[in-house]
């Protein structure tokens, strides 16, 4: 168990919609990241925050977007949804922001657009 | 910009043989390279990383690999393979400078299943 936590575990929903991925990043761990891992492009980095503010960005679409709230909690928030978003979207966590701390994983959640 | 070549996206071993999962990357900038295993149905957990200094790491569950710059090559040994060494294992680098929009990106290989028969 690597103290990150995300929900929900399952989501299934259809094509059009908007759906909202949380994670709660380790106690401590003042760094949010998130990751999609699809079978077309593997595991890819989408973006980074750090005590609120945006540090790093990926090849993130427009229809997604994403925050980390003053409880250092972070959302990711995927509208418009298409057939292709289905995926696995991993949080991870790190204490500090630099690329030199170790970032631990949460377990995921399974996304699965009908 | 970062990249990252797994060759071979199986490899399978007898248990008690040596695994070794080949990794090499591309970067303009010092990488920071690490290894991370994937087991079914969970997220990834770091197996061992190099920042600076020593040239071969030791990670957990007896793996280590070794950076070699001239072959810009990170490749994961464990020399004697377990049946609970089957998982997915990936190799990710990360610019040890890296600012601006890149700052916390870990850029992954596609991954390697690992399979170890009895």
């Known amino acids: 168990d690597s103290g990150v936590t995300q929900t929900p575990k399952h989501l299934i929903t259809a094509t059009g919609q908007r759906v909202t991925l949380r994670c709660s990043p380790r106690s401590g761990d003042l760094s949010v990241y998130w990751y999609q891992q699809s079978l077309d492009q593997g595991l890819q980095f989408l973006i980074q925050?750090?005590?609120?503010?945006?540090?790093a960005k990926g090849n993130i679409l427009e229809r997604f977007s994403a925050q980390q709230f003053p409880d250092l909690h972070s959302e990711l928030n995927l509208s418009s949804l298409e057939l292709g978003d289905s995926a696995l979207y991993f949080c991870?966590?790190?204490?500090?922001?630099?690329?030199?701390?170790?970032?631990?994983f949460g377990p995921g959640t399974r996304l699965t657009v009908l | 910009a970062q990249s990252v070549t797994q060759l071979g996206s199986h490899v399978s071993v007898s248990e008690g043989a040596l695994v070794l999962l080949r990794c090499n990357y591309s970067s303009s900038v010092p990488p920071y390279l690490f290894w991370y295993v994937q087991y079914p149905n969970q997220g990834l957990q770091l197996l061992l990383k190099?920042?600076?200094?020593?040239?071969l790491v030791k990670g957990i569950n007896g793996f280590e690999a070794e950076f070699k710059k001239s072959e810009t090559s990170f490749h994961l040994t464990k020399p004697s393979a377990h049946m609970s060494d089957a998982a997915e294992y990936f190799c990710?680098?990360?610019?040890?400078?890296?600012?601006?929009?890149?700052?916390?990106?870990?850029?992954f290989g596609q991954g390697t299943i690992l399979t170890v028969h009895p």
């Open positions: 991870a966590s790190s204490v500090g922001g630099t690329p030199r701390n170790e970032q631990f």
């Open positions: 925050y750090y005590n609120g503010e945006e540090r």
């Open positions: 190099y920042t600076t200094g020593a040239t």
């Open positions: 990710a680098v990360i610019a040890a400078n890296a600012g601006g929009t890149s700052y916390g990106k870990l850029t």
